[in-house]
């Protein structure tokens, strides 16, 4: 089994990665950046910013030559090039990342996992998808680059106040 493949398996299982609990956050905790989290934000923002320009040099530079996504909806991986294409083909407006997670595996191996919530132009109306995302990523001579990606939708998140109502004052 390939080291990415037992990390993805890791991640997919929920091992490995600490997330930010619901007491921390409901507490109001405040929760410190690490090294590793500011440098892959950086990197993830570089990514977006490169397909919402639709820039294929940028994304040179940030992803692996054999990099693949890997998706519920799909049998198998989705190769470079179909991905590329597919998201340079989509109007991406806006995008925001949120709960991200880094865990070095080894001085030269990182897995990230973030929820993105996406702004995309479909059909001239402004539509928002929010997907779960995990990223295995690879250092180099010439830095870190991503080498496989895990996609999931994630439903759309109540409102914190739905369900809520005004007191009357009759109950």
């Not at 397909?51 to 799909?74: I, M």
């Not at 109007?91 to 595996?105: H, K, P, S």
């Not at 928002?128 to 250092?139: A, E, G, P, Q």
């Amino acid at each position: 089994m390939r080291l990415w493949e037992t990390v993805l398996l890791l991640v997919i299982c929920g091992v490995g990665i600490p997330l930010p609990s619901a007491n921390a956050q409901a507490s109001g905790a405040i929760v410190t950046r690490t090294r590793l989290v500011t440098l892959f934000s950086d990197l993830q923002n570089q990514w977006y910013e490169a397909v919402k320009a639709k820039d294929a040099s940028a994304l040179d530079r940030l992803l692996g030559e054999d990099y693949e996504v890997w998706t519920p909806d799909s049998s198998g991986p989705i190769p470079r090039e179909d991905w590329q294409q597919k998201a340079f083909a989509r109007e991406l407006t806006g995008f925001r990342i949120q709960n991200i997670a880094v865990r070095a595996v080894r001085d030269d191996v990182a897995v990230e996992s973030f929820v993105v919530e996406e702004t995309l132009l479909q059909n001239r109306r402004q539509i928002t998808k929010r997907s779960f995302v995990v990223n295995l990523w690879s250092k180099d001579k010439n830095g870190w680059r991503c080498t496989d990606t895990y996609v999931s939708p994630v439903a759309a998140q109540p409102s914190p106040h739905s369900g809520l109502t005004t007191p009357s004052g009759k109950n």
